[in-house]
């Protein structure tokens, strides 16, 4: 199908912005709006004399006193309609993802604030009275770490996390009964320190995580209820103190406003506390902040994520921004009188109990990044330890999650080794 001709009035304002462009045609079509071959066709056909019957002139024209062509403003218009158009499918999107969070919200969002008495009052009975906090964080729960892709140090698929998770619940009680004999648990405190999916943050995510996200939360929260419910049966009752992670936001760029309450962790967390809502001795308190302080017997927390302490290089490695983002937790603490004795995070991957400080690992272990940024290698573990009445935190200890039957539990990556004559394997 032909394009329709142009007519003179149209002809004439093309010619008029080539003359006052000194004849570049490339520029006359930006300034037009008219393709390159339409502005050539006219232009050759005046160069030639064919158009002396329109009547103008060949120089003295300002090309910035040229008004724009018709042609011109329908085409910024279009443009302009089609802007909007994008930006109210957009809004309407986003209206919709949110209202559908909204409605699965409904049902779940019912929280206590409070932590529960249990933790802070002193024991009745003499005796070695403690309570043991195993410190669930950073499982990244159905992201899929490739073997081959870090030289066979590490796998992470679904039924890995599910083994490693059941090991975790597993070996939290195995401690605590055969490893500390003689004490007498007051109860359990189970923190659970964000990222516990890997969400769709990153492109990569989206293109191997196992699932989607809401397939994840669905699938995942019977396992982790279950073990909830298993260490209430071994310690008599479970404290859940919660607080989010930053993989599991909404958005690509971190926000400061609603953190909590537009994260995926947040939203788990009270699906937890909904399906075990008919269970006794079973407390959870989520915060809808980036911190949630409580306490032990005496000992003063504050749990965060951990992502709010960037950078960390040279010898100090994470030491330098850990250190300098405690001080100024304290610092903010004090100021409104609720200082702290132990800052609990994770985040960082990297298991390290510190003066005042406890860093968690992960469950999923060493990763693609970790591998091409040559971090230290780090096992799948978690932190555990024992807060006394008297002295507080006393015995810590890692939680290992990995199965000794893993293929490549160990780190040593042999699989990855090459090589040529008689020594090679």
């Known amino acids: 199908m032909s394009a329709r001709p142009l007519s003179d009035e149209q002809i004439k304002e093309i010619l008029a912005c080539y003359l006052a462009n000194g004849r570049n045609i490339n520029q006359t079509a930006r300034t037009t709006g008219y393709a390159q071959h339409t502005v050539r066709r006219y232009a050759q056909l005046y160069d030639s004399g064919k158009l002396a019957h329109l009547g103008l002139p060949d120089s003295g024209i300002d090309p910035a006193a040229l008004p724009p062509t018709e042609h011109a403003r329908t085409l910024a218009l279009r443009r302009e309609l089609a802007a909007l158009r994008q930006e109210r499918a957009d809004l309407l999107k986003e209206k919709e993802e949110r209202e559908k969070l909204l409605r699965m919200f409904a049902f779940v969002r019912e929280a206590s604030v409070t932590p529960p008495a249990w933790t802070a009052k002193k024991p009745q009975t003499a005796g070695r009275a403690a309570i043991p906090t195993a410190f669930l964080s950073d499982v990244h729960l159905d992201e899929v770490v490739r073997p081959e892709q870090v030289n066979f140090v590490n796998a ?12 975790f619940f597993n070996h939290t009680i195995e401690l605590a009964r055969d490893y500390l004999q003689g004490l007498t648990y007051e109860g359990l405190v189970m923190p659970l320190g964000g990222d516990i999916f890997s969400g769709f943050i990153h492109e990569e995510l989206i293109e191997t995580n196992a699932a989607t996200i809401f397939d994840s939360l ?21 404290f859940v103190p919660c607080v989010v992670g930053n993989h599991g936001r909404r958005q690509r760029k971190p926000h400061a406003k609603n953190r909590a309450q537009d ?43 951990g992502d ?3 950078g960390g290089s040279g010898i100090a490695g994470m030491l330098s921004p850990l250190l300098l983002g405690d001080a100024r937790k304290r610092e903010r603490e004090n100021a409104v009188r609720r200082p702290y004795d132990y800052l609990v995070m994770g985040h960082w991957h990297q298991l390290a109990f510190l003066r ?16 091409i940024s040559n971090f230290r290698f780090e096992p799948p573990r978690q932190a555990f330890w024992v807060t006394d009445v008297k002295h507080g935190v006393t015995i810590t200890a890692p939680i290992h999650v990995a199965a000794e039957t893993e293929e490549y539990s160990a780190g040593t990556g042999e699989q990855a080794v090459v090589g040529m004559g008689e020594m090679a394997r």
Request: hydrophobic share 45%; proline share 2%; charged share 25%.
């Open 263 to 305: 994260n995926f962790d947040y939203f788990f967390y009270h699906l937890l506390r909904k399906t075990l809502a008919a269970e006794k001795n079973i407390e959870f308190v989520i915060s809808d902040s980036a911190d949630q302080p409580y306490l032990v017997f005496d000992t003063r927390y504050l749990l965060t994520h």
């Open 308 to 310: 709010q302490f960037r």
């Open 156 to 167: 992470f698929d679904r039924v890995i996390a599910d083994k490693r998770i059941e090991l």
């Open 218 to 238: 669905l699938y995942w929260c019977d396992p982790i209820a279950a073990g909830i419910r298993l260490m209430r049966d071994a310690f008599g009752r479970v």
């Open 356 to 371: 005042g400080l406890i860093i968690n690992g992960s469950v999923k272990g060493y990763d693609e990044y970790a591998f």
